[in-house]
């Protein structure tokens, strides 16, 4: 089965500053897709970035850029200049190559000072 | 907003009690799914259906929940005798067909089961 591990249950970080969120996974599968969701308080989960293994580049989106190591299965997140609404816990997640469900870390708390 | 919706929001009930939850996804998203997360953890696969065809459920989904979507659109996730473990944010999330590897969430449902 697959794994999601986020070691860092919650991270802080000066505003217009640059974090990095870590995420380690564990499958034996070389078809697979690994996402970064984002989840303000009481708000609705939203997708930050989404990395297909087959690529090499590593995805960005604007201020958020992924560093996917296939051969380390690692899949971290840096936010770049770090803003107040960047508040939220963040979940890497895993889906296989099928139309399975996403397995999801235990999250990280991010927490912006202002 | 992602578009998709869900109710109730929050539901408190009695031990032993049936409960249903409603998930209406935004239109034209053929594959639905139920997650259920649990305070401090990240969201964990319950089932999913693409149109009304129910394709995988988790061991997670014992036999007191069942899920339902009747023609493909709006799914209804029941459990049935309640138990206090069962106290949980429960998930909807939907994709099109155009882009399969993105899901968007609902706001969830927060069952409090006393």
């Known amino acids: 089965a697959q794994t999601v591990t986020q070691s860092q249950p919650e991270m802080s970080v000066q505003e217009a500053e640059t974090v990095t969120l870590s995420c380690t996974y564990d499958?034996?599968?070389?078809?697979?897709?690994l996402f970064w969701y984002k989840q303000p308080p009481s708000r609705q989960m939203i997708l930050v970035i989404r990395?297909?293994?087959?690529?090499?580049q590593n995805a960005t989106e604007n201020r958020f850029s992924v560093n996917f190591q296939k051969a380390a299965k690692s899949f971290s997140l840096k936010i770049s200049d770090s803003q107040l609404g960047d508040a939220a816990m963040y979940f890497c997640?895993?889906?296989?190559?099928?139309?399975?469900?996403?397995?999801f870390g235990k999250g990280t708390h991010l927490i912006i000072q202002p | 907003d992602t578009g998709v919706s869900q109710d109730p929001r929050h539901k408190i009930t009695k031990r032993g009690q049936n409960v249903t939850f409603r998930c209406d996804p935004i239109?034209?998203?053929?594959?639905l799914y139920w997650y259920r997360q649990t305070l401090g953890q990240g969201p964990e696969f319950l089932t999913y259906?693409?149109?009304?065809?129910?394709?995988?459920k988790s061991r997670l989904l014992s036999d007191r929940f069942s899920a339902e979507r009747p023609k493909g659109s709006f799914s209804t996730l029941e459990i049935q005798r309640t138990e206090q473990g069962d106290s949980a944010m429960y998930l909807c999330?939907?994709?099109?067909?155009?882009?399969?590897?993105?899901?968007?969430f609902g706001p969830g449902t927060r069952l409090t089961v006393l």
């Open positions: 997640a895993y889906r296989g190559g099928g139309a399975d469900g996403l397995t």
């Open positions: 499958t034996s599968e070389s078809d697979y897709y």
């Open positions: 990395q297909e293994a087959y690529k090499q």
């Open positions: 239109s034209e998203h053929n594959r």
């Open positions: 259906f693409q149109n009304e065809a129910q394709l995988e």
């Open positions: 999330a939907t994709t099109p067909w155009t882009d399969t590897d993105t899901q968007y």
